[in-house]
């Protein structure tokens, strides 16, 4: 197989730049990677492979259609990974307009972008090319606390602005293979955790927070139930459905490990205190700093994943347990301090968002 040319957008993301690290790191193939650069784009996250000759990075925005074609026209993409988005609910509860531009129309520019070059292919590339779109389990909506589990058939009822922001993406890349032949794939992931995730999210929310003796806010009863995924298991998963997936169909990718939000917060005191045993002044144990706060607005209860098809089809599982992960994660964040620092630094100033108020 020739080295093949993959556009990830939103690739200076948490997702995006995992998928462009594991592209780099563990393939042959050239990453050209997309970003507008807002609050959770951080080329930092990118330190590790942005000297790579095989590694390129374009700033711009995918609702910007003449950007979008300038780009596809220079680099010549076989592949596209479109993550782009904005992809935190609480913000989408406060502020709902960006999510619309950016996940909806941005997303068709894409589409249009990717239709046009794809359209003036020879034939070869043109039967190679695909378009994968990355989305999210929260367009199924809430599993009510049963024991259910999302599979690739499960009607959409998206609860937050976000997640009805990403259903509207799915449908109109589906719609763009179903009305003009563009060869589309769509995942839905579970919840993602691990490095380089932006401190605004639950697990680095908590082990920051806890490090700075901080409390650590619990929506609600903290009784919500997510499945976590370890964000570079995620990230082989990707590469292996947009290299070798058939056009057309969806893929659920999930971590197995259903926990309650309090429980992950439970997981992080308990391994800080074992990995970062000093703390700060006036705290006895991490865990005294939970504090239970006024629920998210449309909170769902329970999201979990079928990710059966994904293994029968492809072969892939994750290699992470939920405790293997987190102990991977909260390492990370002992040991990446530059990092975070360097965002704390910026607008964003460690609170949960979004409360609806």
């Not at 719609?175 to 490095?195: D, E, K």
């Amino acid at each position: 197989m020739a080295v093949r040319t993959i556009l990830v957008t939103g690739g200076a993301g948490f997702i995006g730049s995992a998928v462009a690290r594991h592209i780099i790191t563990h393939t042959a193939d050239a990453v050209v990677v997309v970003d507008k650069l807002t609050y959770a784009g951080n080329l930092a996250s990118l330190a590790p492979v942005a000297d790579d000759p095989r590694y390129a990075f374009e700033q711009a925005d995918i609702c910007d259609a003449q950007a979008m074609a300038d780009i596809f026209a220079r680099y010549r993409p076989d592949v596209v990974m479109h993550l782009a988005a904005e992809s935190h609910v609480d913000r989408s509860i406060d502020g709902p307009a960006a999510f619309i531009e950016t996940n909806i129309v941005g997303t068709y520019v894409l589409l249009e972008a990717a239709r046009h070059y794809w359209h003036g292919l020879a034939a070869t590339p043109k039967a190679a090319f695909r378009f994968h779109h990355i989305s999210t389990d929260e367009v199924f909506g809430d599993l009510h606390g049963g024991d259910d589990f999302f599979t690739e058939t499960t009607p959409y009822e998206p609860s937050s602005p976000y997640s009805a922001s990403k259903a509207s993406s799915d449908h109109l890349v589906r719609a763009w293979m179903r009305t003009y032949g563009l060869p589309t794939l769509v995942t839905n992931c579970s919840n993602n955790y691990g490095p380089y995730h932006f401190p605004e999210k639950l697990i680095p929310l908590m082990i920051l927070n806890a490090l700075a003796g901080k409390p650590l806010p619990v929506y609600g009863d903290g009784s919500q139930i997510r499945d976590w995924l370890y964000v570079e298991d995620h990230a082989q998963a990707l590469y292996l459905v947009a290299t070798t997936g058939k056009p057309g169909e969806t893929w659920n990718i999930g971590g197995h490990n259903e926990r309650t939000n309090l429980d992950v917060v439970k997981t992080i005191c308990e391994l800080l205190e074992t990995l970062a045993p000093e703390k700060p002044a006036g705290v006895a144990h991490y865990r005294d700093l939970i504090t239970f706060v006024a629920d998210r607005p449309g909170h769902d209860l329970r999201y979990a994943i079928d990710a059966s098809k994904i293994e029968r089809e492809l072969g892939w599982r994750p290699q992470e347990t939920f405790e293997s992960g987190m102990r991977k994660t909260v390492e990370w964040y002992l040991s990446h301090q530059s990092w975070w620092q360097q965002v704390l630094d910026g607008s964003y100033r460690g609170e949960r968002l979004g409360l609806g108020q």
